[in-house]
């Protein structure tokens, strides 16, 4: 088979019985290819090329394909294609090797590439053993005392052994291990290199699972050294594995695809912005994390806050805001409708109201107004901790459409948030002349169609209701504005039928979970943001006390005192019934137990998701009409039901509920002007998360604050509660430890679109294609309309 070569000026060498085969003489341009199984592919092509200087046979290529200049859209091309070589094709990898690193997710070249580190060894030189510190990872050489099996006095067995250098000793241990095996290996007498994580027990320094370079006969320990440059001598870096796959030989793999591959990085951020920030280009980026320099300081590798870690984090989050921006200008540019501010129900509304509105509804309901009146569609997020008069605010945008001839729609995740919604608003709008309707999943037959009949003949001014609002069956006659609120717990795609509901109506979009800045902007960065950052005057802080199982007599004892005053309780438990798998305590049984043995003199209702609608409307109309002093719950009461007269709440089992939701559960009460109080009771077993969580309920009624802290324990991926939240899957870009670069990519992403709004500009076309690449299908799921 004839063998493809480079020339001394990476040009791409092709044998004469090759071009005969391809039927191209001297001159004509041959395309390069990857096709099955990685194999490149060479196909002649109609336009010519300039001859190579001169050719020159060599041995086959090792690395990728360099092609001669003949075009940087060529260049690119074939750049991509190294990128996605399969590793099985990787110089000293093979099938077997390749399905352990696929294991690990490492398909390709380009993930092999940004597969970093997660740690780093200072290997740079021995440490003395008498110098190992507890809590540190160090390279040392010794000799082995002994080795043998071992047990602790509680009798668990593991293996043990003692190594010594001229300074001191200490202790080797592995647990489960074969004893026959490690016996044959570790023998007394035998020297080597050692790294591992010093940790010390007791008065004794050890080391758990070591890794070992054995010293052959004759050799000493710098020959070794020196013999091995990828293992030692240097800033190691320390990758994430998979069962069967050990750190040399990932190390070997990754350095033999950054020194072959790396040139087929693009750079495609462009300088002019990276220079200002300091920030390196990605390749030398990508370099230095696999392959440290030596002035690398072994602290900031580890924290991920290099110059290259900050590079390639910028690159991930400058392509995600240009995409959002790119969504964002679209909607901008879409004719949407231009309303007009009359007052004629706002005015009536607010001499309705008993208060005033506060400084941060008045600031918020000003944004929204502005953008109502602009000729293209409003994309506004308000986001505005429980109790802050969101609902109010969307009442108010939702009257302007009205006073313009327009129908609203408002979704709500819940039933019971629905429901709740309907009173509240249903309540101002009739004294205001304005027909409004509720739209459940449980609605049927004649009453369902009824409403279905208003809603698309425009009788129906305001449609209220769950996910049901959204089905195919529902036709509005004028949609203006749509109101979605808890974003979170909908899917873009909703937001998204919502929208088509109407010829682009405007979209306000609603969240009493506090979402910090950098998960707002990665999050919602298509959206405009609103923050109600003021409560309503007369509410009271909370008071949260965390309380164990030892003082539930205490509980139950403020209960009945707040009772005693004329005030009401709610008790709220995570199940609804018991079951064999779960110790906790269910809400259908305590309640039972509370009212039958604890207090039986008291009225106690029970509430939970599997009650149909009107027994939940029923017992909710109870609780608030003072008929009921104690109302046992599950979480279905996390938003939506308003009770002043409700001033102790207690959460059982505290520790199993998310920092969100603890403290949207809080928020039912607290509403009025008499003292409150939130207690967390726990069994005690905590883990070291379930401690952090309720010390940060106890310290802070901030719900920012406990948004940061919440993110900051469960990470992005989960703080929403679910997956498919719309959170981007970033490789090595972290939004906590990162959000500074967030907001210069945000600036950096949305100003070279405001230059050049097409990015038609020279070497803009091809940040559209990675783009594209990285984020298109994501970003056309997320597209709004």
Same mark, same amino acid.
């Given at each position: ?40 592919? @060479? ?42 070589? =399969? ?238 921006? @790119? ?232 209960? =009945? ?160 509660? %679910? ?11 972290? %939004? ?42 994501? @970003?056309?799921?997320?597209? %709004?309309?």
């Amino acid at each position: 088979m004839p063998k493809l070569t480079l020339s001394a000026e990476n040009a791409l060498i092709i044998p004469p019985e090759l071009r005969n085969h391809l039927g191209v003489g001297p001159g004509d341009a041959v395309s390069v290819e990857m096709g099955e199984k990685g194999m490149l592919v @060479l196909r002649a092509s109609r336009e010519s090329v300039p001859l190579p200087p001169r050719e020159k046979e060599s041995g086959a290529a090792a690395g990728p394909v360099h092609p001669q200049e003949d075009g940087a859209a060529l260049k690119e091309a074939i750049a991509r294609k190294n990128l996605q070589t =399969r590793m099985q094709f990787i110089k000293g990898v093979g099938p077997k090797l390749s399905e352990l690193l696929e294991k690990r997710g490492v398909m390709c070249v380009e993930d092999a590439l940004y597969l970093l580190p997660h740690r780093y060894e200072d290997r740079r030189e021995l440490t003395p053993i008498v110098r190992l510190k507890p809590g540190t990872s160090a390279v040392f050489s010794g000799k082995v005392l002994s080795a043998d099996i071992t047990a602790t006095k509680g009798g668990r067995r593991f293996f043990e052994a003692l190594v010594a250098d001229d300074s001191g000793t200490i202790a080797f241990k592995w647990f489960n291990a074969n004893p026959t095996f490690m016996k044959r290996v570790w023998k007394p007498g035998r020297s080597g290199i050692f790294t591992g994580e010093v940790s010390q027990f007791g008065y004794q320094r050890e080391v758990h699972h070591p890794d070992v370079e054995w010293l052959e006969e004759g050799k000493r320990v710098q020959d070794v050294l020196a013999a091995d440059p990828v293992n030692f001598g240097r800033i190691v870096p320390v990758y994430p594995l998979t069962e069967g796959l050990g750190q040399k030989v990932m190390r070997k793999v990754m350095k033999e695809v950054v020194d072959g591959f790396l040139g087929s990085l693009q750079e495609l951020v462009p300088a002019a912005i990276l220079e200002p920030l300091s920030l390196p280009g990605l390749r030398q980026s990508v370099r230095d994390l696999h392959l440290p320099p030596p002035e690398a300081g072994l602290d900031d590798l580890n924290q991920g806050r290099t110059p290259a870690h900050r590079a390639i984090a910028f690159d991930e989050f400058f392509f995600w805001e240009l995409g959002l921006a @790119l969504k964002k200008r679209g909607v901008a540019l879409e004719e949407g409708i231009a309303f007009q501010v009359t007052h004629r129900y706002t005015k009536q509304l607010a001499r309705l109201l008993p208060f005033e509105l506060t400084g941060a509804q008045r600031r918020v309901l000003s944004e929204i107004k502005t953008d109502m009146m602009a000729p293209h569609p409003m994309h506004r997020l308000v986001q505005g901790d429980v109790g802050s008069g969101k609902t109010l605010v969307a009442l108010m945008a939702a009257l302007v459409a009205v006073e313009n001839g327009y129908q609203v729609a408002i979704m709500a995740p819940t039933e019971i948030l629905a429901e709740q919604h309907w009173h509240t608003i249903h309540r101002f709008c009739t004294e205001l002349g304005i027909e409004t309707v509720l739209i459940t999943a449980g609605m049927k037959g004649k009453a369902k169609s009824e409403v279905l009949a208003r809603v698309a003949n425009g009788s129906a001014q305001i449609v209220i209701g769950t996910h049901a609002v959204i089905q195919e069956k529902v036709e509005f006659a004028r949609l203006g504005l749509g109101i979605i609120d808890e974003q979170h717990r909908f899917g873009v795609l909703q937001r998204g039928v919502l929208r088509k509901k109407g010829c682009n109506p405007d979209i306000l979009v609603m969240t009493a979970t506090p979402i910090p800045r950098t998960l707002a902007m990665t999050l919602f960065g298509d959206l405009s943001l609103s923050v109600i950052d003021e409560l309503p005057p007369g509410r009271t802080p909370v008071e949260t006390r965390i309380a164990f199982e030892s003082r539930r007599s205490q509980v139950y004892a403020a209960i =009945r005192d707040e009772v005693r005053q004329g005030r009401q309780a709610y008790v709220i438990y995570p199940l609804v019934e018991e079951t064999e798998k779960s110790d906790l305590k269910a809400a259908s049984q305590m309640a039972e137990l509370l009212s039958r043995d604890v207090f039986p003199d008291l009225r106690i209702g029970l509430l939970h998701g599997r009650m149909a609608p009107d027994e939940k409307e029923t017992v909710m109309g109870s609780f608030k009409a003072r008929d009921l002093d104690i109302l046992v719950s599950t979480t279905v009461i996390e938003v939506g039901i308003d009770v002043p007269n409700a001033t102790v709440m207690v959460i059982e089992h505290a520790e199993r509920f998310g920092l969100s939701q603890l403290h949207q559960l809080r928020g039912r009460v607290g509403r009025g002007s008499a003292r409150s109080r939130c207690i967390l009771l726990t069994a005690g077993k905590l883990s070291e998360d379930g401690e952090r969580r309720l010390k940060v309920m106890e310290s802070t009624t901030d719900g920012f604050r406990i948004a940061e802290a919440d993110l900051e324990i469960r990470g992005p991926g989960d703080f929403l509660g %679910i997956r498919q939240s719309g959170m981007p899957d970033f490789r090595v870009a972290n %939004i906590l430890r990162d959000g500074s670069l967030l907001e210069q990519a945000r600036q950096a992403a949305f100003g070279l679109l405001e230059r050049d709004p097409e990015l038609s500009a020279a070497g803009h076309a091809s940040l559209k294609d990675e783009l594209l690449r990285r984020w298109g299908q994501r @970003l056309e799921l997320a597209l %709004i309309g």
